[in-house]
């Protein structure tokens, strides 16, 4: 059953750096210009032309990039735009050309959009997917670049200019066009003085019908590092309001007096430090700058430490005396930036004042909640890893705990940012609105003497009123009318209102559905919502996704049918599974024969149906290529059971065997030179030796599951988890190395920071059923046993695509198992399907790459071997359909086991994808007296080589 092995090129395009965005200003170093690759292919993709159009008023920006690709090559093309933004920037928009035509792009629940988009890459037509992956970073994806063909792109970024001291400050992203061969440049400016240039620009504005506008045309490579301008704004109040699919939104500028009194800080502080592995991105020199200052204005007090990774560790206390805080400083030098991101993982000290996080705010694992503070306790936070920090997560979390976000991409910053951690903050006293509902008030640029106000308008006469306080002044009484404000054409007021709702949203990871609803209301790209555009109106109709207007009126027409149509397939499903459910039930109530089989048989390639007799020749015993470790495995004699039929029968026929098994299994270790190294070392020596190791293998994840293997080896537990948690740190957006750390997870027994993990696996693929199983056995295992039965359930009813035929009976296995030895409640599941099945032997094997072929073999005493190809042995062992497609599960099951040695087998046949480990990594669970009180597993991990090869994983013993 070998597979054809096809390469896919893959475009890596426009790679750069954009530094961080904060209260005060936005200051941009140049950015690295971008960069068209093509893994593998033999020329280039150009970037042939770049358009960009971008407008201001009122304080809010909307710029529309155009870009064409041409791929001279002479093969299709996947490609993927990479591209991060600085904080306040956001997609509104995207749009795909199809036919010839730009069709706009619809939102989409996250997960939804890659599932459809990869379920539709298959059948080779055009798909486009915009999403946000980690941080206010983002990626396009495109399929297919035509060979010697083009593609074209629109895009529309909105933003919330910031403000400085002269006005606001208007940033081109002009590194979108630095690569074209030709660009177009139009800007208009309203309601503002006229642009002032920062540095080199060849754009000069004129007047024209009342705004200031400027164009330009050329080469890409002729365009400056940065664009940038100052814009004039009169320190007045400036309303002004927008319309909405008929709903208007309100948006205001108030100029308020900035604070310059210094803030009297608390004589404990708490500073939670991040040192997980992406702290490694961060500038640590200029975060100590930071805290230098922080602590020279603290003068003498308490600091307490907590440092955060993959769990918190035990706080540590330092002095600071008069500004010296030096023993802390050398302390935080030292650490290493080591694991995953668990920033909900700490407890809270009342005794503490005030909290500062250091931190990128992208936590990728255990709890996404802020633990609870005392009311009177602030909370701020400070990042150096620019576009890479998860700004609204931390501005979210600051502003719910009257603090302050704090971004610097280099010492010169610092001195910037300490205003906003140093002085008093300007705070809302008070909010009155009559006549506008959802008000938010965001004083994060009040250091500079400004407050933004947005809403949703119910009525023409409706009002705001404000009360501010700040700087030891009284509050300061503002009035906002509605009725004078003036209106402003397009969507950019109520794309402002709604942005500000999300960021008030995201401080609780309960508001999360509101999000995303919200957010796909207004067409935003968010960490839960992304653009898609498909080819045809019937790829709208599969997928049950509301097609952009000119497909709009075809889609409602037909859509109620196609509702209508899967409520039908469901129930179509579950009558067949049922009925296989049924043929099982058959096979487990038959007593075959444990005696010696008649005469051999060919083995037929051909697979056999579950009720018919199969048998294979006995194949050559082939030689041992390894030791096997012994593990005693026994069991007693009759399996309990919850179900009265199936313990009846357990009970009526006479066993095959004592009950006595033995299970030893082959051992496996990597044999890579930093593996050798690692083993040779002492148990002490491990760690640092790994971390000298790191720099050199930090991209490989089988870097970090082989170190962890020899940390657990060596009982260094928690040092091995933490090591193994740095797969979550590495591609974030990655469901497969997610998927084999949750696998690990399990094999090390903690499967409560296994939920987490495959809950996040099921977030981004909830159209593979093994992100269902895969949670439903870590609930299990977890102690959750309703919420494993429902996740296993999804399982079995569920319609899925044809290559995943088969997983729902072995999921049902494990769902019946469950209920019958936990006794859950049953009572929503079909009565059909509720009958347990206790076996002597069960094997299942699963694999962590997708597109990939892979077949369980079991060898019996009498030499038959149970495959894909003879699924039914003489003595009736039962293989479960093959699965060609990527990650299993494959199962064997025998109910009653012959006395003799079961060998156990892995047939690795290839792989059409490129592999996330650097080579295929096989999970397999042995158990014995499966169903029963006295069930015992084993689970083995085995990773193999990139090539064709058959892995010997263990034998049972039956006595």
Known sequence: ???????????????????????????????????????????????????????????????????????????????????????????????????????????????????????????????????????????????PIPPRGERRVRLVLRDSLPTVSQGLQWSLPVFFARQAEQVTVKLEASGTGKPVAVGANPLGFTVKTGAYVAQWQGRGA??????????????????????????????????????????????????????????????????????????????????????????????????????DWSALREYLRALPNDGASALGDWTPNPAIGEYLLVSDGL?????????????????????????????????AWTGAHHGQLLQVSSEAEVPGVMPLLLQQPVDVADVVARGVEDVNVDAASATQG???????????????????????????????????????????????WANDRLAALAADPSGAPASKVLAQQFGVVTADTSLLVLETLEDYLRYGIRPPAPLRAAYDQRHALTV????????????????????????????????????????SRSVAAPGAMAMAAPPPAPAASMALDRVEVTASLVAEQADASSERLAKSAPKANSGQITLTLAPWAPDSAYARRLRDAKPAQLYPLYLQEREQHAGSSAFYLDVADLLLAS??????????????????????????????????????????????????????????????????AAGQYEAAVASLYEVVVRPWDGRFDGISL???????????????????????????????????????????????????????????????????????????????????????AKPGTYKIE??????????????????????????????????????????AETVLVGEFEVK
């Open 222 to 323: 002729d365009l400056p590092a940065q664009l940038q301008w100052s814009l004039p704004l009169a320190r007045s109040t400036d309303v002004v309001t927008g319309l909405h699919e008929g709903q208007r939104y309100l948006l205001a500028s108030v100029p308020v007096r900035a604070s310059t009194a210094p803030r009297v800080l608390p004589r404990r502080i708490g500073l939670l430090w991040d040192a997980s592995g992406s702290a490694g991105s961060r500038d640590r020199a200029a975060e100590l700058a930071v805290l230098d200052r922080y602590f020279n204005a603290l003068g003498t007090g308490q600091v307490q430490l907590t440092v955060l990774r993959d769990r918190s560790e035990t706080p540590q206390q330092f002095p600071v005396t008069q500004g």
């Open 1 to 143: 059953m070998g597979l054809a092995l096809r390469s896919i090129g893959l475009l890596a395009l426009l790679c750069w750096q954009l530094p961080s965005a904060h209260a005060q200003a936005r200051r941009f170093p140049p950015p690295r210009p971008p960069i068209l690759q093509v893994a593998g292919a033999e020329v280039p993709v150009r970037l042939t032309e770049a358009r960009i159009d971008s407008r201001v008023m009122a304080g809010l920006s909307e710029t529309t990039i155009e870009l064409t690709f041409h791929n001279p090559n002479a093969r299709v093309l996947e490609g993927q735009l990479a591209f991060p933004l600085a904080a306040g920037q956001q997609v509104a928009g995207f749009a795909l050309d199809i036919d010839g035509e730009l069709r706009d792009a619809v939102p989409v629940a996250k997960a939804q959009g890659r599932q459809v988009f990869e379920a539709i890459e298959r059948r080779q037509v055009d798909p486009g997917l915009l999403e946000q992956t980690a941080g206010n970073q983002f990626r396009l994806r495109l399929y």
């Open 450 to 496: 400004w407050v933004r106000v947005t809403g949703r308008v119910l009525r023409p006469g409706a009002t705001v009123l404000l009360s501010l306080r700040g700087g030891g002044s009284d509050p300061q009484p503002i009035t906002l009318d509605v009725a004078n404000a003036r209106g402003v054409e397009g969507g950019l007021v109520a794309h402002a």
């Open 715 to 780: 009982g260094q537990r928690d040092l091995a988890l933490r090591v193994l948690s740095n797969l979550a740190e590495m591609q974030l957006e990655n469901r497969h190395v997610l998927r084999v750390l949750g696998y690990r997870l399990m094999q090390a027994k903690v499967p409560a920071l296994a939920v987490p993990v495959f809950r996040q696996v099921l977030a981004m693929g909830e159209e593979e059923p093994q992100s269902f199983r895969d949670l439903g056995l870590a609930l299990e």
């Open 906 to 947: 892995a047939n690795y046949f290839g792989s059409r994808e490129q592999l996330v480990t650097g080579a295929t990594t096989l999970m397999l669970r042995l158990s014995t007296q499966w169903g029963s009180r006295d069930q015992r597993d084993q689970q083995v991990t085995l990773r193999l080589k990139d090539r």
């Open 810 to 896: 072995i999921a049902l296995d494990e769902l019946t198992r469950l209920i019958a030895r936990e006794r859950v409640d049953a009572s929503a599941i079909d009565p059909r399907l509720r009958r347990a099945m206790p076996l002597d032997l069960r094997v299942v094997l699963s694999w962590d790459s997708d597109n990939s072929d892979m077949d369980l073999w079991v060898t019996d005493p009498n030499g038959e071997r149970a495959y894909y190809g003879n699924r039914l042995t003489y003595q009736g062992g039962q293989m479960s359909q093959d699965f060609t497609g990527g990650y299993g599960p494959e199962q064997f099951s025998l109910r009653d």
């Open 564 to 603: 209508a149509d899967a409520v039908t397939e469901r129930k179509r499903r579950l009558d067949g599974i049922a009925r296989q459910f049924a043929e099982r039930e058959q096979w487990w109530n038959t007593r075959w024969p444990k005696d010696a089989p008649p005469r051999p048989k060919q083995e």
């Open 363 to 395: 936590a990728n694992y255990g709890s996404q909640t802020l633990p609870t503070l005392s009311p009177d306790q602030r909370l701020y936070a400070l990042s150096s890893a620019g576009a890479k920090t998860d700004t609204p997560r931390l501005r």
